[in-house]
């Protein structure tokens, strides 16, 4: 069973992502923000990383760089809702991510990807 972090400082959607995630047949870990999460991953070992981009004490971009930092071949999905992050959802993946989805995505959009990240396979 695929272990997968979730760094999402909105409590719903945090909470849509895992309830999503755990129906996919996933272990899942939450974090309210990147500090939380990086500080997760020096813990245990994740599978995947799902992160936001915009979150306080730690943003996604910062996040993406630490754990690219502790773990170099970490598979990273990064999520935004956009704003002037759209612009750098293009700059995610020249920092690692593996993949990126614009807020608001469907399940399938979410699972695609999840699914395709696991596989080893970018996008």
Partial sequence: MPKVLVIEDDEAVR????????SMGHD?????????????????????VITDLIMPEMDGVEA???LKIHNPDMKIIA??????????METT???GADCALTKPFSVNDLSTCVTKVLAGKKF
């Fill in 64 to 66: 993406i760089l630490e």
């Fill in 28 to 48: 899942v870990s939450v974090a309210n923000n990147g500090a939380k999460g990086v500080a997760l991953c020096k813990e245990e070992e994740f599978d995947l």
């Fill in 79 to 88: 999520i935004s809702g956009g704003g002037k992050y759209v612009d750098i």
């Fill in 15 to 22: 909470f849509s992502l895992e309830m999503v995630l755990k």
């Fill in 93 to 95: 993946y020249r920092l």
